[in-house]
T-cell receptor
Framework: SQQGEEDPQALSIQEGENATMNCSYKTSINNLQWYRQNSGRGLVHLILIRSNEREKHSGRLRVTLDTSKKSSSLLITASRAADTASYFCATDIISTGTASKLTFGTGTRLQVTL | EAQVTQNPRYLITVTGKKLTVTCSQNMNHEYMSWYRQDPGLGLRQIYYSMNVEVTDKGDVPEGYKVSRKEKRNFPLILESPSPNQTSLYFC????????????FGPGTRLTVL
């Protein structure tokens, strides 16, 4: 299965509500990143949290990281219709050598209705 | 404007007909990579490049080739496309290591008949 797996697969909320999505991973990481993808378009980087950080904020976004549980959560507060998109977590796995890559999960599809 | 561009955006082709998808970035990034996105499978890395003339396989390299002759360009080549390569393809770049924030192109939707 995937290194990063998001939960839930789909989420539908009303505008103004908070949206929480989770990501679990299997192996130790250097950092974890969250990306947003509007339908059929390229991914856009939202936030990066390093393995020695526990929480990070960016505007209406709040990301937490629990390395003991190998999990992360993305909270979007006061959601807007424009937040409708798919959200992916990506993990930078600790490995030998200088090469590294991100491994993406399968995403959470968020629908925000008026 | 800092960006990653891909061409073409849409392509319908037939089995066995060689094709190239171009990717170009104007941010002087060292690291570039190709992903394919399929329903239920998320994004999977095909190939990546740490710098000019340095390329390596990702998770799903079979049936693909790449080259990195210039820093800004990283074309994806399908020598003999097959229907199982029908997918949405993304090129991405980042400043150095693959673990930095990656900037994605708009995607190329490929259909192989």
């Amino acid at each position: 299965s995937q290194q990063g797996e998001e939960d839930p697969q789909a989420l539908s909320i009303q505008e103004g509500e908070n949206a929480t999505m989770n990501c679990s991973y299997k192996t130790s990481i250097n950092n974890l990143q969250w990306y947003r993808q509007n339908s059929g378009r390229g991914l856009v980087h939202l936030i990066l949290i390093r393995s020695n950080e526990r929480e990070k904020h960016s505007g209406r976004l709040r990301v937490t990281l629990d390395t003991s549980k190998k999990s992360s959560s993305l909270l979007i507060t006061a959601s807007r219709a424009a937040d409708t998109a798919s959200y992916f977590c990506a993990t930078d796995i600790i490995s030998t050598g200088t090469a590294s890559k991100l491994t993406f999960g399968t995403g959470t599809r968020l629908q925000v209705t008026l | 404007e800092a960006q990653v561009t891909q061409n073409p955006r849409y392509l319908i082709t037939v089995t066995g007909k060689k094709l190239t998808v171009t990717c170009s970035q104007n941010m002087n990034h060292e690291y570039m990579s190709w992903y394919r996105q399929d329903p239920g499978l998320g994004l999977r890395q095909i190939y990546y490049s740490m710098n000019v003339e340095v390329t390596d396989k990702g998770d799903v390299p079979e049936g693909y080739k790449v080259s990195r002759k210039e820093k800004r360009n990283f074309p994806l080549i399908l020598e003999s496309p097959s229907p199982n390569q029908t997918s949405l393809y993304f090129c991405a770049s980042s400043l150095s290591r693959g673990s930095n924030e990656q900037f994605f192109g708009p995607g190329t939707r490929l259909t192989v008949l």
